[in-house]
C-alpha cells in the first residue's frame, strides 16, 4: 500500500522567514547557555505512572547534583502532588541558595493565585505562564481573535505581577510562552511578547524569561533558528530578556533545532536529562552538554558519573535509557566489529602519548562518564550477547541487567574463543554461575546473621569469614541492603538491584544481583546470590561481588580487612 499524495492532506504550519542576512550559520557554540530541567514537570507528564514525592525529591536532588540552576519542578495549581512536594522543598529547605525553582501555570487568575500560595516562603522562583497563539489554536482551541490571545497574555502577566508583590521576600523571575511559537506568525508572537515584558518592566536589572518553544516540531531546524534570530533582533527590551528554547522532538531534530537556536541568539535551553516528555519526547540536555564538551566547552553540568544518573531517572520515570544513547547507552562504546575494534585497539596506543582525545569510532573519552575502557577494548561477537540472554531466559527464566549481559557476553566469549565448540545452556548457566556467584577465591564468606526491625530501620548482625578469622559485624540501614553495606563499612555505592525468582512452586529459589561501584572509581561489579532466602541471596550477592572487585584489584583486602574490624 502507498502512502497517499500529502498535499491533498497536508500544508506547511510554519511562517517562511525574510532573513537574507542571517547571522546564525557562521557561528559558533562557545559557551553553555542556562539549563533547564523540565523533568520534574514536562517529563513527569509524559509517564505511564507520574511520579509520587518520593520519586520527585529523589530526582531533584539529583538535577542538583547535575549541576541544574532553574528546575521546573511541577504544575502546583493543577497537581496535589505537585503542591505538596513545592511545600516540602521550600519548608525543609532543600533548595541551593543558586537554584531557582520554576512551576508552570496556565494564564488563568485562580490557578496564578493557587501557583503562589505554593511559593510562599522560597528564596528563588520562577513563575512560568503560558499561552497559545498560533492559528489553529485561537481558532479551533481558544475561540479568540488575535487580539483577545493577547489579552489573556496580558491578563495573566498582570496578575503574575500583582501577587508577586505580596511575596516580597521572595527573589522572583517571570517567564512567559506563547505555546506553539514555531507556528505562530512572527509578528504576532512578537507583539504579544513585548505586551509581556512591558507589564513586567524588562530590564538589564530585571531580566524576563521569554520562553519560545517548538511545542510541536513543524520545520527544519534552520527554519526554526531563523525564527529565533529574528525574535532575538526584533524583540522590544533585548537587553532585559533572556531568550530561551523548548523544543519537543516531532521530526526527531529536538537536539539540532536547539544547538542551531543557541547559534541564532538563545540565552537558555529547557528540556529533559534524557529526552523524556510528550509524544517524542523534549529535547535531550544530556546529548547537547556533552555534544559541547565533545567540542572543548564546558557544559557546566556533571555527567562524570553516567552510570549513577541512568538508575536514577530508570527508577523514578520507569522508562529505560536506550543502549543506543549517543553518550548514556550501555553499548555506545562497545564495538561488535572486528575492524572497529582493530582501529580502537591501535588508537589506545597511540591516545597514551597524547593530551587531545583523537580516538577512531570514540568521539568521546569513557571514563569522562564514569565507564570503563572493558567493553571497548574487549569486543563481543556479534550473535553473543543476545544469543546468550535468550538461553539464560528461555531455559532459567533469568532477565540479567543490560550492563550484566554485556559484561558476561565477554566471559562466554571467552570461553567459546578458547574451546572452539558450540556453548550449550547447561554450560552458560555453569559459567554464570562460576564468574558471579561462586566466585572462586573467596576473600569474604557469610556464615549466619540476624535481620530485625528498630524504629522503622532494619538491623543486622552478621558473621563474616574474612580469611581464616571470623568476624562480627553489626549494621542499620533503610532495608537489609544498605544494613548489610553499612555492617561490613566498605567504600563502595549501590549502581543496580533486582531481585527475580527461579522454579516454581515449592522448589522455587530467589535471585538477586547487584551491582556495586568503588568510591572514587570507574570501576564496578556484579555479585549474584541464590537461596531459598531472599534476604540470604542479597547478602550473598553483596559478598560475591564484593570478592570480585578485590579480584579485580578495585578493592585491597587487607586494607578491608581492617576497616571490617
Not at 546564525?24 to 514525592?53: C, H, K, V, Y
Request: aromatic share 8%.
Amino acid at each position: 500500500m502507498m502512502l497517499k499524495d500529502p498535499s491533498k492532506k497536508y500544508r506547511r504550519m510554519y511562517q517562511r522567514v525574510d532573513l537574507p542576512d542571517r547571522q546564525w550559520p557562521n557561528n559558533e557554540i562557545n559557551a553553555a547557555p542556562i539549563w533547564m530541567s523540565t523533568d520534574l514537570r514536562d517529563g513527569n507528564q509524559a509517564i505511564f505512572e507520574p511520579m509520587d514525592i518520593e520519586q520527585k525529591f529523589k530526582m531533584f536532588q539529583m538535577l542538583v547534583k547535575i549541576g541544574f540552576k532553574h528546575i521546573e519542578i511541577g504544575f502546583p495549581s493543577a497537581s496535589q502532588i505537585d503542591f505538596d512536594f513545592t511545600r516540602k522543598l521550600i519548608e525543609e529547605n532543600h533548595i541551593p541558595d543558586d537554584v531557582y525553582i520554576e512551576v508552570l501555570v496556565q494564564a488563568r487568575d485562580h490557578l496564578i493565585q493557587r501557583t503562589f500560595e505554593s511559593l510562599e516562603g522560597a528564596k528563588r522562583a520562577i513563575v512560568h505562564i503560558y499561552n497559545a497563539n498560533s492559528p489553529t489554536f485561537r481558532q479551533k482551541v481558544l475561540n479568540v481573535d488575535i487580539a483577545g490571545a493577547k489579552q489573556l497574555a496580558v491578563n495573566a502577566a498582570q496578575k503574575v505581577k500583582e501577587y508577586a508583590a505580596q511575596y516580597p521576600q521572595t527573589e522572583w523571575i517571570f517567564q512567559y510562552s506563547p505555546e506553539c511559537f514555531t507556528a505562530t506568525e512572527l509578528e504576532v508572537a512578537k507583539d504579544v511578547c513585548d505586551a509581556v515584558t512591558e507589564i513586567w518592566d524588562a530590564s538589564p536589572e530585571n531580566k524576563v524569561i521569554l520562553n519560545l518553544p517548538a511545542t510541536v516540531e513543524v520545520s527544519t531546524p534552520n527554519v526554526y533558528a531563523d525564527q529565533i534570530e529574528w525574535m532575538h533582533r526584533n524583540l522590544a527590551r533585548r537587553d532585559g530578556v533572556i531568550i530561551s528554547v523548548h523544543c519537543h522532538n516531532d521530526r526527531g531534530c529536538g537536539i539540532a533545532a536547539s544547538e542551531l537556536a543557541i547559534m541564532a541568539g538563545a540565552d537558555r535551553v529547557e528540556g529533559c536529562v534524557f529526552g523524556n516528555g510528550e509524544r517524542t519526547g523534549n529535547v535531550d540536555i544530556a546529548a547537547i552538554a556533552l555534544n559541547m564538551y565533545s567540542q572543548g566547552v564546558a557544559p557546566h553540568l556533571d555527567f562524570s558519573n553516567v552510570n549513577e544518573i541512568i538508575s536514577t531517572i530508570e527508577e523514578c520515570t520507569g522508562l529505560p535509557v536506550h543502549p543506543r544513547h549517543p553518550y548514556a547507552g550501555d553499548l555506545v562504546f562497545t564495538a561488535f566489529s572486528g575492524s572497529h575494534q582493530d582501529a580502537i585497539k591501535k588508537g589506545f596506543e597511540f591516545q597514551k602519548s597524547q593530551d587531545i582525545w583523537d580516538m577512531p569510532y570514540l568521539p568521546i573519552d569513557p571514563k569522562d562518564l564514569g565507564r570503563s575502557y572493558d567493553a571497548v577494548i574487549r569486543v563481543n561477537s556479534q550473535s553473543g550477547k543476545g544469543g546468550i540472554a535468550y538461553l539464560l531466559e528461555s531455559n532459567y527464566g533469568i532477565v540479567l541487567p543490560r550492563r550484566l549481559q554485556i559484561e558476561f557476553s565477554q566471559v562466554v566469549q571467552q570461553y567459546t574463543d578458547s574451546h572452539g565448540t558450540e556453548i550449550s545452556a547447561e554450560k552458560i548457566w555453569d559459567l554464570f554461575n562460576q564468574s558471579y556467584v561462586y566466585t572462586g577465591e573467596n576473600h569474604y564468606q557469610v556464615i549466619n546473621y540476624r535481620l530485625s526491625d528498630h524504629n522503622g530501620k532494619q538491623s543486622v548482625e552478621v558473621e563474616v569469614k574474612a580469611g581464616d578469622d571470623i568476624r562480627q559485624l553489626s549494621g542499620q540501614g533503610t532495608g537489609p541492603i544498605s544494613a548489610i553495606l553499612n555492617a561490613l563499612d566498605l567504600p563502595v555505592d549501590v549502581l543496580n538491584y533486582e531481585e527475580k525468582s527461579i522454579g516454581h512452586g515449592a522448589d522455587a529459589k530467589a535471585l538477586a544481583m547487584i551491582e556495586l561501584q568503588v568510591h572514587g572509581q570507574t570501576v564496578s561489579g556484579f555479585g549474584v546470590g541464590i537461596h531459598d532466602n531472599i534476604v540470604t541471596a542479597s547478602i550473598e550477592a553483596i559478598l560475591a561481588c564484593i570478592n570480585r572487585l578485590i579480584q579485580k584489584n578495585a578493592l585491597d583486602v587487607d586494607q578491608l580487612a581492617a576497616s571490617a574490624v
